[in-house]
C-alpha cells in the first residue's frame, strides 16, 4: 500500500538571474514499511525534493504537482491546519547537523517534552515520563542525567539519538531522514543506521533516507532512487540496482566507489556522461 | 630513500591552567613512530579524537611536538623556536580537508598559486607567473581560470587549486588531511586519480589522513590506525586489510558499510525472514 505519493513535483527558485529548477519532475512513492533511499550528489535536489514535502522551502521556491497525497490524502489542497497535524505527527524528519538541529538555548529534555506536550497532547508529567522511555528506546546512556543535558554537552551521534528520539515521540507513519550519518563516526554510524532500521521495523512506519553515500543505501535500503541535477535517472530495488545499474549515471556512482578501482585509476563520471564543458 | 620519519612523536595540550596548582594536561598524539619512503603513502586512519589530525599538524611543520623526533630527508627538524626556514618549508606542504576555507576569498587563484614562489623563491615576476599557469594546466584547470576567485569555483576544483599550491614549490612530502572528505563520490574519484597522476609524476611522498577505509584501501602502502592519541595499529596495506590484528581496527572494519553484492543479498534474505515472522 502506498503511503507517500508524489507525482511530477518541481520546485523552482526565484533568484537574481532569473528562475532555476532544483526539481524537474521527479515521482516518488513509498509504501508502509518501506526503505527508500533516495540518492544523489550536491545539487540532485535530493533534499529539496523531500523539503517540499515538509513545507520547509523557503518563500522564494515555487512548488508545484500533479499528486501529493499521503494516506489517500490530498496534500496539495488540504487546510494548513490539516498539514499541521499531518507534518511533524505523522511525518517527521531528521537531519544531518544533529547539534544544529537542536536549540543550543533549552535542554535536549525540554525540547521532547515540547513535542510530546504540543504534538502527541500528552501532559507535563505523561511527557516527562515518555521522554525518559523514548531516551532508553534510543539507547542514550544515562538517560535521566541527558534529558538535563544542553545539546553542547552531546556528542554529535548523541545529539542525533535525541533527534530520532523527537522523530519518533509521536509514533509517525513515515520518517524523512536527511544525511542523518553524514557528520558522524563511521562506528557512530553504524550505530544510529542499526538504531533507524530496528525502529523502523518495530513501528512499521516508512522511511525515507536521503544519503549520496552508496555504502549506507547497500546497508539499509528496499528500494532506491537515483536523482541527478534534479532529475530521476533510475529506479529499482536495491539488489538489483547494484547487481544490474541501468543507467549510465548510476553505474557512473557505483564505480567510482574506491573498492572498485581497475589497474589505480578510479573511472570518474565524465567517463559515462558526456557533460557541458566546466565553466 | 626515507622522506619523513617520526619516532616516538607526542603532543601534549594544556586543557586547564589555574593561577595555582598544576595545569591539566592532554596528551592528544601518545608516541606515534613511522618512516615513508619516497614517492609511497602512509595513510593514518581514525576517527574524530584519535589525534590523527594533530599527528599531521606536526608532520606538516605547523606545530612542534611536545616530544620525540622528526626528521625530514633525514635531518632531524626543531620547528619549536622561530619560523621554519625556507629551504625546509618548501620540502613540506599540506592540503586542507575544506577548500572552501582554506583559500583567501579575496585572492585570485593566480596570485593564490605565484604567492609560495614569491615568499620561498626569488624567481622573476614573469617565471612566477608562466610556473602558475602551467600548474593550473597540469591540475586540470586552465589559463582562463588564472584570473578568477575562489567563489567561482565548484568544491572539486577548489580542492584541485589547493593542491596545485601545495606542489608549487616541488615538495618532497605532502601532508594531505582528509582531502576528499568533503567533496562528492564522483569529484572524489577525479581528485583521488589527480592525487595518483601527481604522486607518480613528481615521485612525491604522501601523509594522507583519513577517515575512509575504502579510500584508504584505494591509494596507500603504509597503513596506520590511531584511536585516542594511541597507534593502535600498523602495517603494510596488503596486511592489514587481509587481517586486522586490533579489536578496534576490526571495530572499524565492520562499520564500514559494504556495497558487496553478496553482502546485500544476504542482508535483504535477512530482512525479508525477519519481516514475514
Known amino acids: 500500500m502506498s503511503l507517500l505519493t508524489i507525482r511530477n513535483l518541481t520546485v523552482r527558485f526565484a533568484t537574481s538571474t532569473g528562475s532555476f529548477t532544483a526539481v524537474d519532475g521527479i515521482d516518488v512513492h513509498v509504501d508502509a514499511r518501506e ?86 497532547g500528552l501532559s507535563s508529567r505523561e511527557a516527562k515520563a515518555r521522554a525518559l522511555e523514548l531516551f532508553q528506546a534510543v539507547g542514550i546512556p544515562e538517560p535521566e542525567r541527558r534529558l538535563k543535558s544542553y545539546p553542547h554537552q552531546m556528542s554529535g551521534g548523541q545529539c542525533q539519538r535525541v533527534m530520532i528520539a523527537m522523530a519518533i515521540a509521536t509514533k509517525p507513519r513515515l520518517l524523512i531522514a536527511d544525511e542523518p550519518t553524514t557528520a558522524l563516526d563511521v562506528t557512530i554510524q553504524k550505530q544510529i543506521l542499526d538504531l533507524l532500521m530496528t525502529l523502523q521495523e518495530e513501528q512499521g512506519m516508512g522511511l525515507i533516507l536521503i544519503t549520496h553515500d552508496m555504502g549506507v543505501v547497500a546497508e539499509t535500503a528496499d528500494r532506491v532512487v537515483v536523482q541527478y541535477k534534479g532529475k530521476r535517472m533510475e529506479e529499482a530495488d536495491v539488489l538489483t540496482l547494484f547487481e544490474a545499474p541501468k543507467h549510465p549515471y548510476t553505474r557512473a556512482l557505483l564505480s567510482a566507489l574506491p573498492e572498485n578501482a581497475v589497474d589505480g585509476r578510479l573511472p570518474t563520471v565524465s567517463d559515462f556522461l558526456i557533460e557541458e564543458a566546466p565553466r | 630513500m626515507i622522506v619523513v620519519e617520526g619516532e616516538s612523536l607526542t603532543q601534549d595540550y594544556v586543557i586547564s591552567a589555574g593561577m595555582f596548582g598544576k595545569p591539566k594536561m592532554l596528551r592528544a598524539v601518545k608516541g606515534a613512530s613511522f618512516s615513508v619512503e619516497q614517492g609511497k603513502t602512509l595513510a593514518i586512519v581514525g576517527e574524530s579524537g584519535s589525534g590523527k589530525s594533530t599527528l599531521a599538524r606536526i608532520i606538516a611543520l605547523i606545530d612542534p611536538a611536545s616530544g620525540g623526533t622528526l626528521r625530514i630527508q633525514g635531518e ?202
Open chain 1, 35 to 120: 526503505v527508500l533511499a533516495i540518492v544523489g550528489e550536491s545539487g540532485s535536489g535530493k533534499s529539496v525534493s523531500m523539503l517540499a514535502v515538509m513545507g520547509l522551502l523557503p518563500d522564494t521556491a515555487t512548488v508545484t504537482a500533479d499528486e501529493m497525497t499521503f494516506d489517500g490524502r490530498d496534500m496539495l489542497t488540504m487546510s494548513a491546519a490539516e498539514r499541521r497535524r499531518l507534518i511533524g505527527r505523522e511525518i517527521t524528519m531528521i537531519f544531518q547537523e544533529p547539534i544544529a538541529s537542536l536549540n543550543p538555548s533549552y535542554t535536549a529534555g525540554f525540547q521532547i517534552e515540547e513535542v510530546l506536550r504540543l504534538n502527541a
Open chain 2, 76 to 277: 632531524p627538524v626543531a620547528i619549536g623556536s622561530g619560523r621554519v626556514p625556507p629551504a625546509l618549508r618548501s620540502k613540506v606542504q599540506m592540503v586542507f580537508q575544506n577548500p572552501y576555507g582554506s583559500l583567501n576569498p579575496r585572492q585570485k587563484i593566480g596570485d593564490v598559486l605565484m604567492e609560495p614562489l614569491m615568499l620561498n623563491t626569488d624567481m622573476p615576476a614573469s617565471e612566477r607567473h608562466d610556473r602558475a599557469e602551467a600548474m593550473l594546466k597540469r591540475v586540470g584547470l586552465g589559463p582562463e581560470h588564472f584570473n578568477r576567485y575562489p567563489h567561482m569555483f565548484s568544491g572539486g576544483q577548489r580542492q584541485r587549486i589547493a593542491i596545485a599550491r601545495a606542489i608549487m614549490l616541488n615538495p618532497a612530502l605532502l601532508v594531505l588531511d582528509e582531502p576528499v572528505s568533503a567533496l562528492d563520490l564522483s569529484v572524489q574519484a577525479q581528485v583521488l586519480n589527480l592525487l595518483g597522476e601527481l604522486q607518480q609524476e613528481f615521485g612525491l611522498t604522501y601523509v594522507f589522513i583519513s577517515h575512509d577505509l575504502s579510500v584508504v584501501r584505494f591509494l596507500a602502502d603504509e597503513v596506520m590506525v590511531m584511536n585516542k592519541g594511541e597507534v593502535v595499529e600498523q602495517g603494510s596495506r596488503e596486511a592489514l586489510f587481509a587481517d586486522p590484528q586490533h579489536p578496534y581496527t576490526r571495530q572499524l572494519f565492520a562499520a564500514t558499510p559494504v556495497t558487496d553484492i553478496e553482502a546485500i543479498r544476504a542482508r535483504v534474505a535477512r530482512r525479508k525472514a525477519r519481516l514475514a515472522s
